[in-house]
């Protein structure tokens, strides 16, 4: 992500830019159109080049009406993706989920870099209201409206109040989780400093932990009211603490590692990124480790543990300037456009209760906590945003009750594409009225000079 | 093997190739060509160890296809400079001739050779003739920077030998567009040849304009990245869905950005250090995928072709050495030299075997492997020994390297 705030280019360049988006549409348009079948593949290297360049200039040309970057990336692989102008189909979406590893990976490690424990320290009240009031207002609320509307959802037909109550307490745990990927790429882009950006950092990285705790929870209350039969069983607890124990251990490992390679050496960083970013990434899931926790430990022992935690976020910035690009749009290219139109009314139903019960939550753990003004006002709108968490945590629901599963990660999908695009637009609107957003453009220098032609 | 420890391999690749464009203590070791990293490819691969598997090798095809490009890019945008000298005009054109005669011999040569002593189909024979023809026609440039950087050697014969090896990109670029445009399950059917050629380089030609003018007036180098990556990925990716040539199109893309781009400096110090990663992950693989198990009509065209692109490359030394002055008394091994092959042969031949898999495409990529070390072996030594002929260098090494010079070829010296 192109890393500045400002708008300052002229009407020119945003010609040239808009002119480009449309070569770069033209191109891959035409080509699919001349050449409609695909090579083995060979359709995922222009369709990285297309989302990476579209999704780019659509950003810079978004910037103008103060929509955050983000939104473009979005927007640039909903209008190529196969539900728009088919530029990228379904199979080559699927083909760059390494991206998303990737992507994912380094925005664990930014965002464990971003904590710094004075930092932690400053908002740890302010912290510990928000999660515990977030974690549960908006859990039991949200599964109420739930229950109230269940009988618009045609999975839900027929089902008797246990099982009503189980399933609407595993969508409470669903409105919980938060998007680190889509706070971590406004503030990259806004360069944003402040109370609203400190507590926003902290509380969506650590509120990671909290959900998957809670999906632990709920699955464990659920199950036996929607199966009817079944006990609350207490392995799931150690399971879950294995792998959380297990993932800070591999993470604090990783991050001394990192750190003292980063002394030492010190180079070749984009390499070093790419080969954690896709060969650790992949060990973690086959040892049963978070990958994203894991990332979050070691990105946090880098900064706190050692004095290389700048070098490490200014890499993570420089690698992640293409890849987010990339990730995101990949994800626009990802959003099912017809599911979304129909089960478009009880999804936005749930989305606003969902941000409203979010504002409220945060408006009072702001007054118990004692906040400053600035918090009291704008806290809540980093966690309206989800992602790739919360269709994470349907996949495991799909699983573990396959009943309603189907129906039930559909619902989310549409929830989490509303999110996906109004969430963005809100932080960054609250980071800009809160005066956080840096507006300084990145340094342009004079170019070099050609020699003389002989 | 599976896919992850194979790429983070590979990345270790990356990581050594960035080391050796790293510092300036460290120039000058290894081969120019990259020849061992062929070899450990050719080893770990299908045909001798098998710890890469073909189909592991073939799942790897985009990154094959992506670093090739790149490589045409890197090419493109360094191929009017050396350094920041520019390369003149006349050269450029004597670059091209040079490579053009050796690529005709050796197309001749398979030419008759295939239609004669093969039972292959027509359109084989000349697919096979054009393309060893074009793998031959190149002279790696780093077989040159090598020796020059390694033994501080300045002066015509030196520049000479730069811009030639730097010119004569331009006519496999040219060449490779042609045949893939030719060849059978293009797309553009109503197109001839030579609109599709038209179309594949004029696609490198958008783009490169397009992304010219993104990169503005004023530059920023984080933003040059992901412009500069999206436009050559789009660019690689449109070509190779049209089944026409992906990396004449990056090619023609950096030549662009070279001659309309106020940053084009800029570009050239940016991408040119980006080459030696993305090369030797590219060359490994090239390695794995050469395949030995030919009919033996095939393995002898193969040979031949080695031997007139030998013969070839003498002859123009020699001729040349009758025209100008800077070659005088020299001719013969700076012929030689000529036959460091590298990046731009094997990315050329991995390009024709992705675009036309086969027994043919086969042998070409075996021509072009063999080619890179021949030239590892015959090359260096040969421009040092014209180099040291007509006073450019002195018979001790720079004080940059620690090792002695000897009689032995330059490549293994260092080693010592």
């Known amino acids: 992500m192109s890393g500045h705030g400002g708008s300052r280019k002229t009407l020119g360049t945003r010609a040239i830019q808009l002119f480009s988006l449309l070569v770069t549409f033209g191109v891959l348009y035409g080509v699919t159109r001349v050449a409609p079948e695909l090579e083995t593949h060979l359709g995922s290297v222009a369709a990285v080049g297309f989302l990476l360049l579209a999704g780019t200039l659509?950003?810079?040309?978004?910037?103008?009406?103060?929509?955050?970057?983000?939104?473009?990336?979005?927007?640039?692989?909903?209008?190529?993706?196969?539900?728009?102008?088919?530029?990228?189909?379904?199979?080559?979406?699927?083909?760059?989920?390494?991206?998303?590893?990737?992507?994912?990976?380094?925005?664990?490690?930014?965002?464990?870099?971003?904590?710094?424990?004075?930092?932690?320290?400053?908002?740890?009240?302010?912290?510990?209201?928000?999660?515990?009031?977030?974690?549960?207002?908006?859990?039991?609320?949200?599964?109420?409206?739930?229950?109230?509307?269940?009988?618009?959802?045609?999975?839900?037909?027929?089902?008797?109040?246990?099982?009503?109550?189980?399933?609407?307490?595993?969508?409470?745990?669903?409105?919980?989780?938060?998007?680190?990927?889509?706070?971590m790429g406004i503030l990259s882009q806004t360069r944003a400093k402040g109370p609203v950006a400190t507590f926003s950092l902290a509380f969506i990285m650590l509120s990671d932990v909290v959900v998957v705790i809670l999906l632990a929870t709920m699955m464990m209350l659920a199950r036996p009211l929607i199966n009817g039969s079944g006990s609350i069983s207490l392995d799931d607890f150690s399971i879950l603490g294995h792998e959380i124990l297990s993932s800070v251990a591999v993470g604090v490992t990783l991050g001394l590692g990192l750190a003292i390679y980063l002394r030492l050496v010190g180079r070749q960083l984009l390499l070093v990124l790419l080969a954690i970013g896709f060969g650790l990434s992949e060990s973690f899931t086959y040892i049963g480790v978070d990958s994203l926790l894991a990332f979050l430990a070691a990105g946090f022992v880098v900064t706190n543990l050692s004095d290389q935690g700048e070098k490490l976020l200014h890499s993570i910035e420089q690698t992640g300037s293409v890849v987010f690009v990339v990730f995101f749009a990949t994800a626009g290219a990802h959003l099912d456009i017809p599911l979304l139109k129909q089960m478009g009314p009880v999804a936005v139903a749930l989305c606003g209760s969902r941000a409203l019960f979010t504002v409220i939550a945060g408006r009072i753990s702001s007054r118990v906590a004692e906040d400053p003004a600035v918090l009291k006002r704008w806290a809540w709108s980093s966690l309206v945003s989800q992602a790739g968490l919360a269709l994470g945590l349907s996949v495991v629901i799909e699983k573990a009750f396959p009943s309603f599963g189907a129906g039930f990660r559909s619902l989310a999908i549409a929830a989490v594409a509303i999110n996906e695009m109004i969430g963005p637009i809100l932080f960054k609107f609250a980071l800009d009225r809160a005066g956080e957003t840096d507006r300084h453009e990145p340094e342009a220098r004079p170019s070099l000079v050609p020699p003389p032609v002989r | 093997m599976n896919a992850v420890a194979f790429l983070l391999g590979l990345l270790v690749l990356a990581y050594l190739g960035s080391i050796l464009v790293g510092g300036r203590a460290i120039r000058g070791f290894g081969l120019a060509s990259g020849a061992e990293y062929l070899v450990?490819?050719?080893?770990?691969?299908?045909?001798?160890?098998?710890?890469?598997?073909?189909?592991?090798?073939?799942?790897?095809?985009?990154?094959?296809?992506?670093?090739?490009?790149?490589?045409?890019?890197?090419?493109?945008?360094?191929?009017?400079?050396?350094?920041?000298?520019?390369?003149?005009?006349?050269?450029?054109?004597?670059?091209?001739?040079?490579?053009?005669?050796?690529?005709?011999?050796?197309?001749?040569?398979?030419?008759?050779?295939?239609?004669?002593?093969?039972?292959?189909?027509?359109?084989?024979?000349?697919?096979?003739?054009?393309?060893?023809?074009?793998?031959?026609?190149?002279?790696?440039?780093?077989?040159?920077?090598?020796?020059?950087?390694?033994?501080?050697?300045?002066?015509?014969?030196?520049?000479?030998?730069?811009?030639?090896?730097?010119?004569?990109?331009?006519?496999?670029?040219?060449?490779?567009?042609?045949?893939?445009?030719?060849?059978?399950?293009?797309?553009?059917?109503?197109?001839?040849?030579?609109?599709?050629?038209?179309?594949?380089?004029?696609?490198?030609?958008?783009?490169?304009?397009?992304?010219?003018?993104?990169?503005?007036?004023?530059?920023?180098?984080?933003?040059?990245?992901?412009?500069?990556?999206?436009?050559?990925?789009?660019?690689?990716?449109?070509?190779?869905?049209?089944?026409?040539?992906?990396?004449?199109?990056?090619?023609?893309?950096?030549?662009?950005?070279?001659?309309?781009?106020?940053?084009?400096?800029?570009?050239?110090?940016?991408?040119?250090?980006?080459?030696?990663?993305?090369?030797?992950?590219?060359?490994?693989?090239?390695?794995?995928?050469?395949?030995?198990?030919?009919?033996?009509?095939?393995?002898?065209?193969?040979?031949?072709?080695?031997?007139?692109?030998?013969?070839?490359?003498?002859?123009?030394?020699?001729?040349?050495?009758?025209?100008?002055?800077?070659?005088?008394?020299?001719?013969?091994?700076?012929?030689?030299?000529?036959?460091?092959?590298?990046?731009?042969?094997?990315?050329?031949?991995?390009?024709?075997?992705?675009?036309?898999?086969?027994?043919?495409?086969?042998?070409?990529?075996?021509?072009?492997?063999?080619?890179?070390?021949?030239?590892?072996?015959?090359?260096?030594?040969?421009?040092?020994?014209?180099?040291?002929?007509?006073?450019?260098?002195?018979?001790?090494?720079?004080?940059?390297?620690?090792?002695?010079?000897?009689?032995?070829?330059?490549?293994?010296?260092?080693?010592?």
């Open chain 1, 58 to 183: 659509m950003s810079e040309l978004l910037e103008t009406i103060g929509l955050p970057h983000l939104s473009g990336y979005l927007l640039a692989g909903i209008i190529g993706g196969p539900h728009v102008l088919h530029l990228v189909d379904h199979h080559t979406v699927e083909e760059l989920s390494p991206v998303n590893t990737l992507a994912l990976s380094l925005i664990a490690l930014a965002g464990g870099a971003e904590l710094r424990v004075a930092t932690l320290r400053s908002v740890a009240r302010g912290l510990a209201w928000a999660t515990l009031l977030q974690s549960t207002v908006v859990l039991v609320c949200v599964a109420g409206v739930f229950m109230s509307i269940a009988s618009y959802l045609p999975f839900m037909h027929g089902m008797a109040l246990k099982p009503l109550i189980g399933v609407s307490l595993l969508w409470g745990v669903l409105a919980v989780s938060r998007s680190p990927s889509a706070c």
């Open chain 2, 40 to 416: 450990l490819g050719f080893v770990l691969g299908p045909q001798v160890l098998s710890v890469v598997g073909r189909s592991l090798v073939d799942s790897f095809q985009p990154v094959v296809l992506v670093g090739v490009s790149w490589v045409g890019l890197v090419l493109g945008v360094s191929y009017l400079r050396v350094a920041q000298r520019n390369v003149p005009v006349r050269r450029v054109f004597l670059g091209i001739a040079l490579s053009a005669v050796v690529s005709a011999c050796v197309s001749g040569a398979v030419f008759f050779g295939a239609s004669t002593f093969t039972r292959l189909p027509r359109l084989e024979v000349i697919a096979f003739a054009a393309a060893a023809g074009i793998v031959c026609s190149e002279t790696t440039r780093h077989s040159v920077r090598w020796v020059v950087e390694r033994y501080g050697a300045a002066g015509p014969l030196s520049d000479l030998a730069a811009d030639t090896a730097r010119a004569s990109a331009l006519f496999a670029a040219l060449s490779l567009s042609v045949v893939n445009a030719w060849l059978p399950g293009a797309a553009l059917p109503a197109f001839s040849v030579l609109g599709r050629v038209g179309v594949s380089l004029g696609l490198g030609v958008v783009l490169g304009l397009t992304a010219a003018l993104l990169l503005g007036r004023e530059f920023r180098r984080d933003e040059s990245w992901g412009i500069l990556l999206g436009t050559c990925l789009l660019g690689t990716g449109a070509a190779a869905r049209l089944n026409l040539s992906p990396l004449s199109a990056t090619f023609a893309m950096g030549l662009t950005l070279a001659i309309v781009s106020p940053h084009r400096l800029d570009i050239k110090a940016m991408i040119t250090p980006t080459e030696k990663p993305v090369l030797l992950p590219v060359v490994l693989l090239a390695g794995a995928y050469v395949n030995v198990r030919l009919p033996t009509a095939l393995l002898v065209l193969v040979v031949v072709a080695l031997v007139v692109k030998l013969i070839a490359r003498v002859l123009c030394g020699t001729l040349l050495s009758v025209t100008s002055s800077a070659v005088r008394g020299a001719g013969s091994e700076f012929g030689l030299s000529m036959l460091s092959s590298g990046a731009l042969g094997l990315a050329v031949a991995l390009a024709f075997a992705v675009r036309h898999p086969g027994q043919v495409s086969d042998s070409v990529l075996l021509l072009a492997a063999l080619g890179v070390l021949v030239g590892e072996w015959l090359g260096p030594g040969a421009l040092r020994r014209a180099l040291t002929r007509v006073g450019e260098i002195k018979t001790e090494p720079s004080p940059a390297s620690a090792a002695p010079a000897s009689a032995a070829p330059a490549s293994l010296e260092s080693r010592a």
